[in-house]
Structures are given as structure tokens and as C-alpha cells.
């Protein structure tokens, strides 16, 4: 099994705080910023950054739909990581200064994929499946904070 890595970043036109504040926000602004792929969001303990714990149904293709729940801590103020007790995946959101009242957020997520040929082809199309839903997360947050 080898690591696959999808990561998308976007520069959001709001200050580092505020993004910070809406990254690390399980209760109200997360359910406004997921795209369709995302269905049947709930949070269960806390809704706020460390110590939150949230379930989700990621549909990343018609055929494939991943149940996560996360657990959510926060190691350094700029990153946020979603930790899914069902699998290997781990998503982490950071955020960093990108010039004047703006600022730059990465997703990245990691997970163990498949081996053989099966594994060829989620390393080769995952990522960028994966990659354009965050980006059309990453446009929600932009226009929810940045307005």
C-alpha cells in the first residue's frame, strides 16, 4: 500500500484570524462551505476546533462514498487535522498570511491506498478528484469569509 496525497489551496481575501476562526468552525460555517459531495453532516461533541468530533458522507465519485468521522485536533493555531475513525484518511487545513487582510489555505489530505492495479488507478485519479471538491470548498469559504 503506498500514501496517496490530494492537496488544493486558495488564497481567501479575509484576515488570518478570521479564516482561522471559520476553518476551525464545526457548527456554522463548515455545513455552509461543503459542496454536494458532502451529505448527511452532523457534529457530534464539540464544534469548535480541538476536541471536535464530526461524521460526514463524502461522495467521491457516483460509486464510491466514504463514511468519516472525524476527530478533530488542532496542534499550532494555523492548522487544524481530521483524523477519520473508519479509515486511514487524515485531512489537514492550515493557514497562512498571504499579504494584507488576505490569507492562504491549504488542504491536504493523505490516506493508504489500494496495491496492485487497483491502487494504480486511485493514486493516478483520486488526487484530482479529490482535489477539485476541495476547491470548490476552498471558493465557499472565500465567499463566506472573504465576502
Known sequence: ????????????????E???????????????????QFTDYAVLTGGQGE???????????KKRVRHVKA??????????????ANSSLVTT???APAGEGASLVTITTTWNGA???GGFF??????????RIYDGVLANLASTVGG
Do not use: C, N
Request: no cysteine; glycine share 6%; proline share 8%.
Open 93 to 95: 487545513w492550515r493557514v
Open 115 to 117: 496495491g496492485g492495479i
Open 122 to 131: 486511485e493514486r493516478t485519479f483520486a488526487p484530482k478528484g479529490l482535489t
Open 51 to 61: 476536541g471536535t468530533s464530526a461524521t460526514w458522507k463524502l461522495h467521491a465519485t
Open 71 to 84: 476527530d478533530v485536533t488542532q496542534p499550532t493555531p494555523d492548522t487544524v487535522v481530521e483524523k477519520d
Open 1 to 16: 500500500m503506498a500514501q496517496v496525497t490530494a492537496t488544493a489551496e486558495r488564497t481567501v481575501p479575509a484576515p488570518v
Open 18 to 36: 478570521a479564516v482561522r476562526a471559520a476553518v476551525a468552525d464545526y457548527t456554522q460555517t463548515r455545513p455552509e462551505i461543503l459542496t454536494e
